[in-house]
């Protein structure tokens, strides 16, 4: 019975691990697509070249950050947001940015999960309850 408690807590705390994502912005002949993006921290921004000779460059924002140019079709490079809040990118190549080439990555706090675990095992019967957020998900789990 105790393995089969083990196996539920691993089980249920490794659902709600949290995982980094990572999207894809293109660029191309002045343009950054998509150029508003909203991702969570942790998350990763790939940026590919579909074609030209383009960079990013970060001009405002809690990090300044950026990538060296390629000429594509090519992938520029990834870039990983740890810190929340909005951050300004341009290609800094020629008059690239005055025309339209320039985007913005906003950066939310990671939503966190409430976990816990009630065990009742002063009984006969020993049980385990599972709250999630304050709700009871799984009740009377026997171990």
Do not use: R, W
Not at 65 to 88: E, K, N, Q, R, V
């Amino acid at each position: 019975m105790l393995n089969s408690y083990k196996i539920l807590l691993a089980a249920l705390f490794s659902s709600f691990a949290l995982t980094s994502e990572t999207y894809t912005v293109n660029s191309g002949s002045y343009y950054y697509t998509p150029a508003n993006l909203t991702i969570s921290v942790g998350d990763m921004v790939e940026f590919v070249n579909d074609g030209g000779y383009h960079d990013v460059e970060v001009t405002s924002g809690p990090e300044l950050l950026s990538l060296p140019p390629c000429s594509g079709p090519c992938t520029i490079g990834t870039l990983t947001f740890d810190i929340a809040g909005t951050y300004d990118y341009i290609c800094s190549i020629g008059s690239h940015a005055s025309n339209g080439m320039v985007g913005t990555i906003t950066v939310e706090e990671t939503n966190t999960t409430s976990t816990s675990v009630q065990v009742i095992h002063n009984s006969a019967s020993p049980t385990v309850d599972v709250y999630i957020d304050g709700v009871l998900s799984v009740e009377g789990f026997a171990y």
